[in-house]
């Protein structure tokens, strides 16, 4: 290596010591700095590393490559390889062993002197060492010597010891080579493959070359310039690198004819390749003057059958340094750690840090994993301070049937838990509007049903004009109030808002009972008082304040409405209007507004958003003018569609404007399980043919479908086509006849077909000993169970080790012709089958197909097929 930039080396055994190959070898130890003062002499590798020269060996000059020895004795025994194609053995050391105290100095000496260009120990025989010389017409390049063998001290001609005539004393040569391969060509590197004592990769001038000792006169060789470097990998010994120029090439040897993968191209030449020891499938490479070392990470995807497909390639660059890098060494065991060396000796000590990847699990835990490390992010079980993510609720919501009550639709807001006042608006409001649907389709089928889905909005542009308001009487007090006539429209409109029951009473107590009970008594007050009934609303408010969870406020609020005077200037109402505001309730605020309010100007009340949406509307049908009322119903509309709020969905229904404002729900929280059902309950085909729907729909079915909750997805889809039949999908899977091509499933169906019952093709009784065991078009027969050997079509049943349970099912209850136990199953690759029923109880005690001559693992093949439904496992 004289002349040449320096390399390193680090002891196969000794993983604190390596060794640095330039005009002379130096042997230093590393040792950790991290709770130690670096020693006087000592070089600072990194951080926490630092190196101590212990001895230099400057016997062999004009190296040009070194191979350390890979048994554990003699520990510091290092080969050599000379200008002059010698291989001399030399250590860095002490050994006081006799037995191998003989092999240090001993050289090994080719017929014809030229360049050694590399060496490489055998690791299964360590006592074989393999040269690879460069070209000489009537000599070979590859020799294996046996550093064992008997000396040799032959005489030897001039031209070879020139170049150790300065030596003082006589050496032990080794003239006789073990093996000797490559005539006639030049070899540039060479590995042993780890599988076999005898087998050898060499890279010759111009192919790659596998040697097999055991008949030398025969070689497997693929052309290729790539014949440099070529090294094997540790975890894959099928799989070798080489390199020519700034091009890395990635070699099978199970499939020698051409390169499995080349890697990108460099636009310097390559100078070192080598795989990580500690890593599978890591290649670093060095390209000439740079201080950048590029890392290749080879991961392969495994598939069911055990074909290998082509590895994936992730591709790095690390800096270990500012200068340029000679070489660098992989340390041994140590993970990814490696050292380099920069041409002027200067050493650092890095390791590769591994890429961190971050999984999210369908069920939200979170896990990442770093080198040989997975760590899981889990979350304390008693920390309810934090809001649960959405994706926890839905699957919360899933698992309790959420949106799938299509009778009492109210109550699946009780079903999400109870805790979110807009899904609980929502659910009331779809409640009422089914409920209203129904009332009015019995009343005059027509189109009048699809109003209500249009929303208030919609109902309310369709009654302009044609309402006169008049004076109402007070309840309890000498005051008259401007309340507008209620026809049909506004009628619906407050029944939609929960004010009023369906019917012709307009009567609103038993809203306010409900209230009452559900103790908002402050919410009673104010519909009481909206309603013209203050001594009701003083009545409620007293009844709330002695209740068990009432305020005693209450009864100061019930004391200050029954000194309401209507003067304009009295001390009450300038009172009132200033200390209102001071009030926690919303409700308690609207109702001093609106006593205080001048006739026709009810600002106060229909612009507090803290109260309801439902309750504003109703209280803008009553009092507002039909140009008021649409002018205001347009603004909150937009409103509630530019804010994502689900109380809007009143004043949208399940139109455009309700699909817009579906999107800004969706957008804001992620819910597309709430946005999904709400769509499909009561929407036009227009609206559920939209884009957006259909998107939230599948959306969700993948969430299902990735939470492992198959019998709920199949809810939802059986949900989904009562309420959009143009949602039934069609057949997909069909049994097909494998003689005529006719679908065996359709023309077995429980309708005779063409005027022929079942008893002509063998089916005879009650529809549960059905059997069906030939084509009904071509009449050629089924085939048969591989188990029960019987045709396919008979029920399981009727065969051998069929359950007496299925005699009893009635198939005419559910129009099918067969249980699930009676279904045609085979396998796609070896295709053989059977009754349902019978392969699931073959393979849960077999790998193997049931059919003696055939060796196909088939349930191994389905990647799905351990998986089990996650529906019964509690989050």
């Given at each position: 290596?004289?002349?040449?930039?320096?390399d390193?080396?680090?002891?196969?055994h000794?993983?604190?010591?390596?060794?640095?190959?330039?005009?002379?070898?130096?042997?230093?130890h590393?040792?950790?700095?991290v709770?130690?003062?670096?020693?006087?002499?000592?070089?600072?590798?990194?951080?926490?590393?630092?190196?101590?020269?212990?001895s230099?060996?400057?016997?062999?000059?004009y190296?040009?490559?070194?191979a350390w020895?890979?048994?554990?004795?003699?520990?510091c025994?290092?080969?050599?390889?000379?200008?002059?194609?010698?291989?001399?053995?030399?250590?860095?050391?002490?050994?006081?062993?006799s037995?191998?105290?003989?092999?240090?100095g001993k050289?090994?000496v080719?017929?014809?002197?030229?360049?050694?260009?590399?060496?490489a120990?055998?690791?299964?025989?360590?006592n074989w060492?393999?040269?690879?010389?460069?070209?000489?017409?009537?000599?070979?390049?590859v020799?294996?010597?046996?550093?064992?063998s008997?000396?040799?001290?032959?005489?030897?001609?001039?031209e070879?010891?020139?170049?150790?005539a300065?030596e003082?004393?006589t050496?032990?040569?080794?003239?006789?080579?073990l093996y000797?391969?490559?005539?006639?060509?030049?070899?540039?590197?060479?590995?042993?493959?780890?599988?076999?004592?005898?087998?050898?990769?060499?890279?010759?001038?111009?192919n790659?070359?596998?040697f097999?000792l055991?008949?030398?006169?025969?070689?497997?060789?693929?052309?290729?310039?790539?014949?440099?470097?070529?090294?094997?990998?540790?975890?894959f010994?099928?799989?070798?690198?080489?390199?020519?120029?700034?091009?890395?090439?990635?070699?099978?040897?199970?499939?020698?004819?051409?390169?499995?993968?080349?890697?990108?191209?460099?636009p310097?030449?390559?100078?070192?390749?080598?795989?990580?020891?500690?890593?599978?499938?890591?290649l670093?490479?060095?390209t000439?003057d740079?201080?950048?070392?590029?890392?290749?990470?080879?991961q392969?995807t495994?598939?069911p059958?055990?074909?290998?497909?082509?590895?994936?390639?992730i591709?790095?660059?690390?800096q270990?340094c500012d200068?340029?890098?000679?070489s660098?060494?992989?340390?041994?065991t140590?993970?990814?750690?490696?050292?380099?060396?920069?041409?002027?000796r200067t050493?650092?000590?890095f390791t590769v840090?591994?890429r961190?990847?971050?999984?999210?699990?369908?069920?939200?835990?979170?896990?990442?994993?770093?080198?040989?490390?997975?760590?899981?992010?889990?979350?304390?079980e008693?920390?309810?301070s934090?809001?649960?993510?959405?994706?926890?609720k839905m699957?919360?919501r899933?698992?309790?049937?959420?949106?799938?009550?299509?009778?009492?639709?109210?109550?699946n807001h009780?079903?999400?838990?109870?805790?979110?006042?807009?899904?609980?608006?929502?659910?009331?409001?779809?409640?009422?509007?089914?409920q209203?649907?129904?009332?009015m389709?019995?009343?005059?089928?027509?189109?009048?049903?699809?109003?209500?889905?249009?929303?208030?909005?919609?109902?309310?542009?369709?009654?302009l004009?044609?309402?006169?308001?008049?004076?109402?009487?007070?309840?309890?007090?000498?005051?008259?109030?401007?309340?507008?006539?209620?026809?049909?429209?506004?009628?619906?409109?407050?029944q939609?808002?929960?004010?009023?029951k369906?019917?012709?009473?307009?009567?609103?107590?038993?809203?306010?009972?409900?209230?009452?009970?559900e103790?908002e008594?402050?919410?009673a007050?104010?519909?009481?008082?909206?309603?013209?009934?203050?001594?009701?609303?003083?009545?409620?408010?007293?009844?709330?304040?002695?209740?068990?969870?009432g305020?005693?406020?209450?009864?100061?609020?019930?004391?200050?409405l029954?000194?309401y005077?209507?003067?304009?200037?009295?001390?009450?109402?300038?009172?009132?209007?200033t200390?209102?505001?001071?009030?926690?309730?919303?409700?308690?605020?609207?109702?001093?507004?609106?006593?205080?309010?001048?006739?026709?100007?009810?600002?106060g009340?229909?612009?507090e958003?803290?109260v309801?949406?439902?309750d504003?509307?109703?209280?803008?049908?009553?009092?507002?003018?039909?140009?008021?009322?649409?002018r205001?119903?347009?603004?909150l509309?937009?409103?509630?569609?530019?804010?994502g709020?689900?109380?809007?969905?009143?004043?949208?229904?399940?139109?455009?404007?309700?699909?817009?404002?579906?999107?800004s729900?969706?957008?804001?929280?992620?819910?597309?399980?709430?946005?999904s059902?709400?769509?499909?309950?009561?929407?036009?085909?227009?609206?559920l043919?939209?884009?957006r729907v259909?998107?939230?729909?599948?959306?969700?079915?993948?969430l299902?479908?990735?939470?492992?909750?198959?019998?709920?997805?199949a809810?939802?889809d059986?949900?989904?086509s009562?309420?959009?039949?143009?949602?039934k999908?069609?057949?997909?899977?069909?049994?097909?006849?494998?003689?005529?091509?006719?679908?065996?499933s359709?023309?077995?169906?429980a309708v005779?077909h063409?005027?022929?019952?079942?008893?002509?093709?063998?089916?005879?009784?009650?529809?549960?000993?059905s059997k069906v065991?030939?084509?009904?078009?071509?009449?050629k027969?089924l085939?048969?169970c591989?188990?029960?050997?019987?045709?396919?079509?008979?029920?399981?049943?009727?065969?051998p080790?069929?359950?007496?349970?299925?005699?009893?099912?009635?198939?005419s209850?559910d129009?099918?012709?067969?249980q699930?136990?009676?279904?045609?199953?085979?396998?796609?690759?070896?295709?053989?089958?059977?009754?349902?029923g019978h392969?699931?109880?073959?393979?849960?005690?077999?790998?193997?197909?049931?059919v003696?001559?055939?060796?196909?693992k088939?349930?191994?093949?389905?990647?799905?097929?351990?998986?089990?439904?996650?529906?019964?496992?509690?989050?």
């Amino acid at each position: 290596m004289s002349g040449t930039k320096p390399d390193i080396l680090w002891a196969p055994h000794q993983v604190d010591r390596f060794v640095v190959c330039d005009s002379e070898l130096s042997l230093y130890h590393v040792e950790s700095t991290v709770n130690s003062e670096l020693k006087a002499g000592s070089l600072r590798l990194s951080e926490d590393s630092a190196a101590t020269l212990l001895s230099i060996n400057s016997d062999t000059p004009y190296m040009k490559c070194v191979a350390w020895y890979l048994n554990y004795d003699p520990e510091c025994l290092l080969a050599v390889g000379q200008a002059n194609g010698r291989v001399v053995l030399t250590s860095l050391g002490q050994d006081h062993n006799s037995k191998f105290k003989d092999l240090i100095g001993k050289e090994f000496v080719p017929k014809h002197a030229r360049q050694c260009n590399t060496l490489a120990w055998n690791p299964l025989d360590s006592n074989w060492l393999a040269a690879g010389l460069d070209k000489h017409r009537a000599d070979f390049s590859v020799l294996i010597w046996d550093i064992c063998s008997k000396y040799t001290p032959d005489i030897v001609p001039m031209e070879k010891v020139r170049l150790s005539a300065g030596e003082t004393e006589t050496t032990l040569l080794v003239t006789k080579p073990l093996y000797e391969l490559g005539q006639n060509d030049a070899c540039l590197s060479l590995c042993w493959l780890p599988r076999d004592q005898k087998l050898l990769l060499a890279g010759m001038h111009r192919n790659l070359a596998i040697f097999d000792l055991r008949n030398t006169s025969q070689k497997m060789f693929v052309n290729t310039k790539a014949v440099q470097g070529v090294t094997v990998d540790p975890y894959f010994h099928d799989r070798v690198a080489s390199f020519y120029e700034g091009q890395v090439a990635i070699w099978d040897l199970r499939k020698f004819e051409k390169p499995v993968l080349t890697l990108t191209e460099q636009p310097k030449p390559l100078t070192k390749v080598a795989w990580c020891p500690t890593r599978t499938g890591l290649l670093a490479t060095l390209t000439r003057d740079s201080n950048i070392i590029r890392l290749y990470d080879m991961q392969h995807t495994p598939t069911p059958i055990g074909d290998e497909t082509e590895p994936t390639i992730i591709e790095r660059s690390v800096q270990p340094c500012d200068n340029y890098i000679a070489s660098f060494a992989w340390h041994p065991t140590s993970q990814n750690r490696m050292i380099v060396v920069t041409p002027n000796r200067t050493m650092s000590d890095f390791t590769v840090f591994e890429r961190i990847s971050l999984a999210w699990s369908p069920i939200t835990s979170l896990m990442w994993a770093c080198g040989r490390h997975l760590y899981e992010c889990a979350e304390e079980e008693n920390d309810n301070s934090l809001e649960k993510d959405i994706a926890t609720k839905m699957r919360l919501r899933a698992l309790s049937r959420y949106g799938l009550d299509t009778e009492q639709v109210w109550r699946n807001h009780v079903l999400a838990g109870n805790d979110d006042p807009q899904l609980k608006s929502l659910w009331y409001t779809l409640h009422f509007m089914k409920q209203y649907t129904e009332d009015m389709d019995q009343k005059s089928p027509g189109n009048k049903g699809s109003l209500v889905y249009a929303g208030i909005k919609s109902i309310v542009k369709s009654s302009l004009g044609m309402v006169e308001s008049s004076r109402h009487n007070w309840s309890g007090l000498d005051k008259q109030t401007d309340i507008q006539n209620l026809n049909e429209e506004r009628i619906l409109a407050l029944q939609l808002c929960g004010w009023i029951k369906k019917g012709t009473d307009i009567d609103v107590g038993p809203f306010l009972n409900s209230l009452v009970q559900e103790g908002e008594w402050e919410r009673a007050a104010a519909v009481a008082l909206f309603n013209s009934d203050i001594r009701r609303a003083i009545q409620i408010l007293n009844e709330g304040a002695s209740s068990e969870k009432g305020d005693l406020n209450l009864n100061v609020v019930a004391m200050a409405l029954s000194g309401y005077t209507d003067e304009k200037n009295s001390l009450w109402r300038e009172m009132c209007s200033t200390l209102r505001l001071q009030l926690n309730n919303p409700y308690l605020c609207v109702m001093f507004a609106f006593l205080t309010s001048e006739t026709g100007s009810y600002d106060g009340v229909l612009h507090e958003n803290k109260v309801a949406v439902r309750d504003r509307v109703a209280f803008a049908c009553k009092f507002l003018s039909d140009t008021q009322l649409n002018r205001y119903i347009e603004k909150l509309t937009n409103e509630m569609k530019e804010a994502g709020n689900l109380e809007g969905i009143l004043l949208t229904g399940l139109t455009k404007d309700g699909v817009d404002l579906m999107e800004s729900y969706v957008d804001r929280t992620g819910d597309v399980q709430t946005a999904s059902y709400c769509m499909l309950q009561g929407s036009p085909l227009d609206v559920l043919k939209d884009e957006r729907v259909q998107y939230w729909i599948e959306n969700y079915r993948n969430l299902l479908d990735a939470w492992r909750f198959w019998h709920k997805r199949a809810e939802f889809d059986i949900h989904r086509s009562k309420l959009d039949p143009s949602s039934k999908p069609l057949a997909q899977v069909f049994v097909s006849c494998n003689f005529c091509g006719k679908s065996i499933s359709y023309s077995c169906s429980a309708v005779p077909h063409q005027g022929r019952g079942f008893s002509q093709y063998g089916v005879s009784g009650s529809p549960t000993k059905s059997k069906v065991t030939s084509c009904p078009g071509c009449r050629k027969p089924l085939p048969r169970c591989a188990l029960c050997l019987i045709n396919m079509g008979t029920p399981v049943s009727s065969c051998p080790g069929g359950s007496k349970s299925d005699e009893k099912v009635d198939l005419s209850k559910d129009k099918k012709l067969a249980q699930f136990n009676n279904w045609f199953t085979w396998c796609h690759n070896c295709r053989h089958g059977g009754h349902a029923g019978h392969m699931l109880s073959w393979f849960r005690d077999h790998a193997e197909c049931p059919v003696s001559a055939c060796t196909c693992k088939c349930m191994q093949l389905d990647t799905t097929g351990n998986l089990v439904p996650a529906e019964t496992v509690q989050p």
